[in-house]
């Protein structure tokens, strides 16, 4: 029974991670992702939902869409580099308990990070004189780590790769020239690739197999899971303008409910006596290739934006926005289809808060200059801190620039750094190994866009 809650736990966390990853490459908060637009990259995201010029407002805010008058076509992406360097070790299970017995082999993984595109693309057209029709498509999630297949920590993550995708159509309608309100409903493609290596040496020691030369850590198990879902959610928002050059926007994105019934667990011996050890478990039904249900819940979020042109060339923007982790992410089940038992992984992840104050500066009739600050809060703690996603809070500075040659085209460069601490993890594996360590993290991010109206 030991083994199979060892399986379980391993495994759930394998799905839970995956299908709470599977959304690109993150630099917001855990694995959300910000990066829509190179002109709100920036500006550090300040302005999102109410300042005028930016299609990416159709899939943040559909009610700012009363700022474009034109049929027009916008084109984003952004680079992502992200560095995740690993230093610590850990300690097999021992005869006296979780971490106890010899150093676990391996060095610190390498980089975990790496450089990853995000693409964004819009569409808007009038309808009438009131009424806006726009579309999206967007990667609101995501986040990859891999590190080398035999680091100290393979026990506890070795693949992270989880992506989604949105395709969105909104429609919004301008009561007055300072009222207007809009709703969006998109579709979500969700794929996970997720692997770690299992200690099978330790599973079947616990068994009594240490007489056949089975020990914690000489008979690794190779587990790799994949799945996917599709799924729908919506967007809804007002703008509410003061005067002619004061914009307060309001925006809710709903949680998207993804139920992956497709999963599949496949498991590769390392060596002759993992091999040996699988085929013994694998007549109880552990152990052996198998499909897997798993319902993830990607959360919801709110975000109230200000924007205030205080001249002809300055304009200053604000945002705050609320992610609903903790409804979403408190925990997630897994259903397997061989004999694993159901299993609650808790991921104990928080509410959060992103805060932004950013600025745009028309120089000249064909360049605009912008900046902007703020502030990220991760939703883990440095108890439930892992390794596939070795997150922390951290701070952001960004700098842009739009050209815009003609009054029907303009190009839109931006780039943040982020500054973050260094994240620390201490995890303890369902075969009680044992991994302690700091991360030195780094993120860039690099934009840009081309928008062209008919």
Request: proline share 4%.
């Amino acid at each position: 029974m030991h083994s199979v809650n060892s399986f379980a736990r391993i495994s759930a966390l394998a799905f839970g991670i995956a299908g709470v990853l599977a959304f690109g490459q993150a630099h917001g908060a855990a694995f959300q992702l910000k990066e829509n637009s190179a002109k709100g990259l920036g500006r550090a995201f300040a302005g999102s939902g109410s300042a005028p010029g930016d299609a990416s407002v159709i899939a943040t805010n559909p009610a700012a869409m009363r700022h474009m008058k034109e049929t027009q076509f916008q084109a984003d992406v952004s680079a992502i580099s992200f560095s995740a360097d690993f230093e610590g070790g850990g300690r097999l299970a021992g005869p006296t308990g979780a971490g106890t017995g010899m150093p676990i082999s391996g060095g610190n993984g390498g980089d975990a990070g790496t450089i990853a595109p995000v693409p964004a693309a819009y569409f808007h057209t009038m309808i009438g004189e009131k009424a806006h029709l726009g579309a999206s498509l967007t990667v609101p999630f995501g986040f990859k780590t891999e590190y080398d297949r035999n680091w100290v920590g393979r026990y506890h993550g070795v693949k992270t790769d989880l992506k989604t995708a949105d395709l969105g159509l909104a429609l919004s309608y301008d009561v007055n020239p300072y009222v207007s309100f809009g709703a969006s409903v998109f579709v979500e493609r969700l794929e996970v690739d997720l692997s770690n290596a299992v200690d099978l040496g330790a599973v079947m020691f616990s068994q009594g197999g240490g007489a056949l030369g089975f020990l914690p850590g000489n008979a690794d198990l190779y587990s790799q899971l994949e799945g996917s879902s599709n799924d729908w959610g919506f967007t809804v928002g007002g703008l509410f303008s003061v005067n002619d050059q004061t914009h307060i926007g309001l925006s809710y994105r709903s949680k998207v409910k993804h139920e992956i019934t497709n999963g599949k667990a496949t498991f590769t011996a390392t060596n002759a006596r993992a091999t040996q050890g699988q085929a013994v478990l694998a007549a109880r039904g552990l152990f052996v290739n198998t499909g897997g249900r798993a319902t993830i819940e990607l959360p919801a979020s709110a975000t109230l934006s200000f924007t205030r042109q205080v001249n002809d060339k300055l304009t200053i923007m604000a945002d705050v926005s609320r992610t609903f982790w903790a409804p979403s992410f408190d925990a997630v089940t897994v259903d397997f289809a061989s004999n694993q038992p159901n299993n609650v992984l808790p991921f104990h992840y928080r509410d959060t808060t992103f805060s932004a104050i950013g600025a745009d500066y028309r120089l000249s009739d064909t360049l605009t200059l912008r900046g902007g600050v703020a502030y990220d809060q991760t939703p883990t703690t440095a108890e439930h801190r892992d390794v596939r996603v070795p997150d922390t809070s951290r701070k952001w500075l960004s700098l842009g620039l739009t050209w815009a040659p003609s009054e029907k085209a303009e190009y839109s460069f931006g780039y943040t750094h982020l500054f973050t601490k260094d994240p620390t993890v201490d995890q303890v594996s369902a075969t009680g190994s044992t991994l302690s360590g700091s991360y030195d993290v780094a993120g860039d991010v690099l934009a840009a866009s081309i928008n062209y109206k008919f």
